[in-house]
């Protein structure tokens, strides 16, 4: 478990964080969306399912705000222990 955070500096640094790894989640969802285009046939209802994910990441990292330190630990919690779907292929 993290420590307190006493600095405006630790706190910042830790909500650039939790936006990097919604970035991270939202640059997946992008290549797997790609990947779903590139199909013959598409599946539309998977290419639905994936806007709304991407689209809900976006708004989880507006609405995220710097000085919620709490929401920025969960965050980073949520998103940094995810395997990524990809990494099979690396």
């Known amino acids: 478990m ?3 955070m006493t600095t405006p500096y630790e706190v910042g640094v830790l ?3 939790a936006r990097e790894l919604i970035g991270g989640r939202m640059s997946i969802i992008a290549a797997e969306l790609g990947r779903e285009r590139a199909r013959d046939p598409i599946d539309e209802a998977c290419i639905s399912r994936l806007k709304s994910a991407s689209t809900a990441l976006f ?3 507006e609405n995220l705000r710097s000085d919620d330190l709490a929401a ?3 965050v980073i919690a949520k998103y940094s222990r995810r395997k990524s779907p990809l990494s099979h292929d690396l």
Do not use: F
Request: cysteine-free.
């Open 59 to 61: 708004l989880e990292r």
């Open 72 to 74: 920025v630990l969960e």
């Open 15 to 17: 909500y650039e964080l």
């Open 2 to 4: 993290l420590r307190k």
